[in-house]
């Protein structure tokens, strides 16, 4: 009740690193990759295999079997990268300031860079296609598990752009997003937001993401004061 809170004596309250606290109350990234060296070699196996791509330029919707080859191994490098970004997103999360993090975290999106410049011939290719071409392929049981993603490629015909241009939005990609990283590192990292004393006379060390909780949940007072 306010009687209680006004006789509470102030107590520091210290916001602890990760590797204070029990390995039980953090996430397992062995869930993921059990060493840096299995991710690594993961990340290797991605730039070998993405520089597949350039087999089917020109080719992709020769024939249905080429467009489902094309299709799965489109599919296998998604996933892995999937992996892969969950992997070096968190580990970047549990110290952005660490060097082998944000290192990571760079590699990975320059790889991505790259993946996406190599295989925006793709979907132009697929949208050239008449619809009675797209039919015929689409009706083929080695592409008909791709029907709905096929389908969906076609809905965008009018908002994509030759695969030149594509290819130019692609390698963009990094320096378009790169103000984004420039943001997280200064607010997330280098900028010091002061302490807080909440309503209960707890001192908190005022982090970003502390910051927008008591901004959301906070009580009128401390939202004032934060």
């Known amino acids: 009740n306010a009687t209680s809170h006004s006789v509470m004596k102030p107590r520091a309250v210290r916001i602890y690193y990760r590797q204070e606290l029990p390995a039980s109350d953090t996430w397992d990234l062995g869930l993921l990759f059990g060493t840096e060296d299995e991710y690594r070699a993961a990340l290797e196996q991605v730039r070998a295999r993405y520089k597949r791509y350039r087999e089917f330029e020109g080719r992709i919707t020769q024939s249905a079997r080429s467009l489902a080859d094309y299709l799965e191994l489109d599919q296998s490098i998604d996933l892995a990268l999937e992996k892969l970004t969950h992997y070096a997103s968190l580990k970047k999360a549990e110290a952005n300031g660490d060097a082998e993090n944000t290192g990571r975290w760079s590699a990975l999106q320059n790889l991505g ?6 295989r925006a011939f793709a979907v132009p290719e697929i949208q050239r296609l008449t619809d009675a071409r797209f039919n015929d392929l689409i009706r083929s049981p080695v592409v008909g598990p791709w029907k709905i993603y ?13 695969a030149g241009e594509e290819r130019l939005l692609a390698l963009a990609g990094a320096s378009l997003s790169g103000y984004k990283q420039i943001f997280s590192q200064l607010m ?13 006379g707890e001192k908190i060390a005022l982090t970003l993401g502390l910051a927008d909780s008591f901004l959301e949940i906070g009580r009128a007072s401390c939202r004032e004061r934060v």
Do not use: P, W
């Open 113 to 118: 860079t790259k993946i996406a410049e190599a």
């Open 150 to 162: 096929l389908d969906r490629v076609r809905r965008y015909k009018r908002h994509t752009l030759r």
């Open 188 to 200: 997330n990292v280098d900028m010091k937001f002061g302490t807080l004393t909440t309503n209960h």
